[in-house]
């Protein structure tokens, strides 16, 4: 009775060791961030044992492709969709020759509301939030400076954007 999740596990291994390395490669070619592949094949392999019911030799190179390109693909969204738009505004709005005096006001606006809810946020994550936001550092930058894991300044940064997010969305729906 144990001898069916022992091989498994054998088996298992055995695929990690012969196809880890091409999975972080295919993934680090893929992705905005490549210091973050490791992190991502290693997400691979766990949800290819959590669906380790489907998986067989004829079918696990097909299914870690699969698997890896699915995850990729959710982390450009996840990325993409994380950009703050508020960052687009603070970098090309202000520019003064282009701009209305009704855009003036509602930059000034966004400003404020935006600065509101920075103010709200727990002190590591608005410290986070901002060496982001307003010296552009990255995550392994920001992990450094802080003496965090990537991982955690990542979780941090995500929770805060979140929040700003859906504040604005929030104060602008009521508006509109």
């Not at 505004?89 to 020759?97: A, R």
Request: with cysteine; aromatic share 12%.
């Amino acid at each position: 009775m144990n001898k069916q999740p022992s091989t498994f596990d054998e088996f298992f291994s055995e695929c990690y060791l012969k196809y880890q390395g091409f999975i972080k490669n295919y993934i680090a070619i893929r992705i905005c961030h490549p210091y973050e592949a490791e992190d991502l094949a290693q997400d691979v392999f766990v949800r290819l044992w959590e669906h380790r019911a489907f998986v067989n030799k004829d079918t696990v190179w097909s299914l870690l492709i699969t698997i890896a390109r699915n995850m990729v693909t959710d982390k450009i969204r996840r990325y993409y969709r994380q950009e703050d738009f508020v960052s687009y505004i603070y970098n090309n709005v202000e520019d003064k020759t282009r701009n209305t005096t009704e855009e003036a006001v509602q930059y000034g606006e966004l400003k404020r509301l935006h600065n509101k809810v920075v103010g709200t946020l727990p002190s590591k994550r608005r410290r986070i939030y901002e060496l982001s936001f307003h010296h552009e550092l990255s995550c392994p930058a920001i992990a450094d400076k802080l003496s965090l894991s990537p991982r955690t300044v990542e979780c941090q940064l995500l929770l805060a954007r979140k929040t700003v997010r859906t504040y604005l969305k929030d104060e602008f729906s009521k508006v509109g």
